[in-house]
């Protein structure tokens, strides 16, 4: 039981894309999954983790808010881990935020670094110019965008309650940026967020959350933990 108020943040459980981008990682092929990157469901797998993450929260503390990536695989994992949950834990306020979607990648939407450098080798030279932090593909928005819209959620949310967010890895690590006063270069250092993990964070009204937590998986199955 946290003596404070605290935030959970957690990345959604793995999706039929992260499973589709590493199959194309190892043949080359293109990613056809026949939706929008919204529109992405949970795999088998994902569910699985999802679960998981339910049974883990049901036995400790339940937050009192939990927001949500508009995002299909978001709400999933919420939904699915809520169905582990008992009555009183379930019926906790859930906010859908469109502030807490992934970053919006625009035309290059489900492409590898791989296919965008064979398809549009001029964005992949721009990209590699500009750098990541502030590249903004055409019809997308930078990690610094999403910096921003997460400063807002922030300036929002109310640090006297114990909340839950289900989000993206790119929500995970531009809270951890913006928490921790990080430079560009200390970001890109970061590990990579798994999914469906936990990383927590200990808030105050005085000041910005502080992290006490980062990437928790010990409530995933070994065999189940995927990135």
Known sequence: MPEHAELL???HGESRANVAFREAEIDGEPIELGCRDADVALSRTGAEQAAALGRWLRERSSPQVVYCSPYLRARQTWQIAAGELS???????VVVDERLRDREMGHLELHTPAMVSSRYPEEARRRADVGEFYYRPPGGESPADVALRLRSFLRDLDRAKSALVVGHDAVVLLLRYITEAA????LWRLPPVTNASVSRWEMSTAQQPRLVAYNELHHLPTESRTS
């Open 183 to 186: 430079s560009e270069e200390e």
């Open 9 to 11: 943040v957690v990345r």
């Open 87 to 93: 009555e009183t834990q379930r019926s906790v306020s």
